[in-house]
């Protein structure tokens, strides 16, 4: 890479480069190390100063409390995130891809293929605050308010546009012939689809699954709109912190490693999917 | 057949983004505030939206998610641009700092929130901490008007440079390493070949960063709501927030749902204007 090569020839430009990434990482770490630090700390610890950066005990206390308390629910959040997560992306790239593959084949008259690309457009575009209050109201007529499935649904809603957009590109991608010799053979759309589409597009499918799954496992706003009690799921919980009066800043910080952590490990595991599919329109224009 | 294949994702797109979408249209029009009536009233018109355009907290929050947005955005792109280019290329050490470096996007907005807010505490926060050993008598970030938006702006830039940092890194990656060459040959210097070649072929990828940063830093809510909560006062009330109170707090459907709509057609436009400066970038 041309930028690199011009670094290489002065070693000055390159020990900044270096210093400055540096501050960078730590200015990333830094306050993940705080989370994780106040998460064992004792409760009593937060009020005194200078701050305690290094716990003098390393307590579990915060992580029983939310755990294994009987009146506590975490472990409940927990479950219903992972379920809520794993629905949307199933159902979301599923029903995404069909969608892909079936707007790739059709011969779509010009004015439909710009229509239905601009409902995307809108749908990611628009502020999710708009649909929320209608979007409880229809739940509600559902008898669907504090469900899971209320919750699943709205991240369905969420994420399809962004799945059938990245398998779309996938799909264009895909050499037209394999499909027409597939056609020969007396393979309906169905069977193309399944047996020569899909096992070439499972890079796309993974990395749409996996921006889908962050999407769903942070999402704060749908959820909270349409859960109560029974279906909170952990960006409930953190949230509801905030309006709490005594504010528990060790459980807090507990429950905030218990969101943030996940992520941070799938990230670390996916990241050339991640990262893929966060550039995918950038680079392909 | 091929209807087939599109009709599930549409059927679910249409319950639960659509259908809402037109219904919250429709209640921006008629008179419904469930704290008066369990009802709707009659149509109203535009009423609610100028009701909302003559209010002075939504005027506010009008005001300070604009700025928001583009205070953010701004600094996110100069930012993200030049650690970009400080890290591309294949090498180890930088693949493993670019890695470590978009953790912040990958976590919960309500995390990112609450962890913001314990760092920026004004009397035990490690942050005033460390500027009390190098002399700095730091505020009450949250506390205060001024410093609580700046906190806000702050958080975002903190969460949301990286998503820049990487598109640019990726753009920058496929930039043709043929022109640089002959740049090279024609005798450009660093500042030059930045100039007149690397920033132009970025241009496309840039205003795809903006559109997406602006518009989300526009309707910016989870981060607000676990940092300050909309406070003090009204200080922090971006738009998001704002109807996010009137909405869901107060039961205000029709002049929420209105609101949104003024939102709504703001970021939307943002949208479309930006791309057709791409469009027009491209020719």
Redesign the interface.
């Known amino acids: 890479m041309t930028t690199t090569r011009v670094h290489a020839r002065l070693p000055m430009l390159d020990a900044l480069r270096w210093a400055l990434l540096v501050v960078c990482v730590l200015i990333v770490l830094l306050p993940f190390a705080y989370l994780l630090v106040n998460s064992v700390k004792l409760e009593r610890d937060f009020q005194t100063y200078p701050p305690v950066l290094i716990p003098s005990v390393i307590m579990a206390t915060n992580y029983q409390t939310l755990f294994f308390d009987t009146n506590n629910p975490t472990f409940g959040y927990l479950v219903n995130s992972f379920v809520v997560t794993v629905a949307t992306t199933v159902i979301a790239v599923a029903t995404g891809s069909l969608a892909a593959y079936g707007l790739a084949r059709l011969k779509l008259p010009f004015h439909l293929t710009t229509l239905i690309a601009l409902v995307f457009l809108v749908v990611r575009f628009y502020p999710k605050i708009t649909t929320v209050l209608p979007y409880y109201v229809l739940m509600r007529q559902l008898k669907l308010l504090d469900t899971l499935a209320a919750i699943t649904l709205a991240h369905v809603g969420l994420a399809l546009p962004f799945v059938v957009w990245l398998v779309l590109a996938f799909v264009q991608d895909l050499p037209p012939e394999l499909e027409q010799s597939a056609m020969l053979d007396g393979c309906g759309p169905w069977a193309r689809f399944r047996f020569v589409v899909l096992p070439l597009i499972t890079p796309g499918l993974l990395t749409a699954a996996i921006l889908t799954a962050f999407l769903s496992w942070n999402e704060f706003l749908l959820a909270s709109s349409v859960s109560s009690l029974k279906a909170k799921t952990l960006p409930i919980a953190v949230a509801s912190f905030v309006t709490d009066k005594g504010l528990n800043w060790g459980a807090m910080s507990a429950m905030s490693v218990v969101i943030v952590l996940p992520m941070i490990l799938f990230a670390l595991f996916a990241q050339r999917y991640l990262v893929r599919g966060l550039t995918l329109g950038a680079v392909k224009a | 057949?091929?209807?087939?294949?599109?009709a599930?994702?549409?059927a679910?797109?249409v319950?639960?983004?659509?259908?809402?979408?037109a219904?919250?249209l429709w209640?921006s029009l008629v008179d419904w505030a469930l704290a008066r009536s369990p009802e709707p009233g009659g149509f109203v018109g535009l009423d609610n939206y100028a009701k909302a355009l003559a209010d002075p907290v939504f005027r506010g929050a009008f005001g300070l998610s604009c700025l928001i947005a583009l205070a953010a955005t701004s600094v996110e792109i100069v930012l993200g641009l030049?650690?970009a280019?400080?890290?591309?290329?294949?090498?180890r050490a930088v693949r493993l700092?670019?890695?470590?470096?978009?953790?912040?996007m990958?976590?919960?907005?309500?995390?990112v929130?609450?962890?913001?807010?314990?760092?920026l505490n004004g009397?035990?926060?490690?942050i005033n901490?460390g500027l009390s050993l190098i002399g700095i008598q730091a505020p009450d970030w949250l506390g205060q008007p001024v410093t609580a938006v700046m906190s806000i702006i702050g958080i975002d830039i903190?969460q949301w440079t990286?998503?820049v940092m990487?598109?640019?890194?990726?753009?920058?990656?496929?930039?043709p390493?043929e022109v640089?060459?002959a740049a090279a040959v024609d005798g450009g210097g660093?500042w030059q070949?930045f100039r007149y070649i690397t920033l132009p072929l970025l241009t496309?990828?840039l205003l795809?960063?903006l559109m997406f940063r602006l518009?989300d830093t526009f309707?910016i809510?989870?981060t607000v709501?676990?940092t300050t909560?909309g406070g003090p006062g009204f200080s922090t009330h971006t738009?998001?927030f704002y109807?996010?109170q009137q909405?869901?707090r107060y039961y205000n459907?029709s002049y929420?749902?209105a609101a949104?709509?003024l939102?709504?057609i703001t970021?939307?436009s943002a949208?479309g204007v930006i791309l057709l400066v791409r469009r027009r970038a491209?020719v």
């Open positions: 057949m091929l209807l087939v294949f599109i599930p994702a549409l679910l797109l319950v639960s983004q659509l259908y809402p979408l219904q919250s209640l030049i650690v280019l400080c890290l591309v290329g294949e090498g700092t670019r890695t470590v470096l978009i953790l912040p990958v976590i919960a907005p309500v995390a929130g609450t962890l913001w807010r314990m760092l009397r035990s926060g490690p901490y903190w990286p998503y990487i598109v640019l890194v990726a753009a920058l990656s496929t930039l390493e640089y060459a660093r070949l496309p990828a795809l960063v518009v309707m809510l989870d709501y676990t909560f738009l998001s109807i996010y909405g869901l459907l929420a749902a949104s709509w939102l709504l970021s939307l949208v491209q």
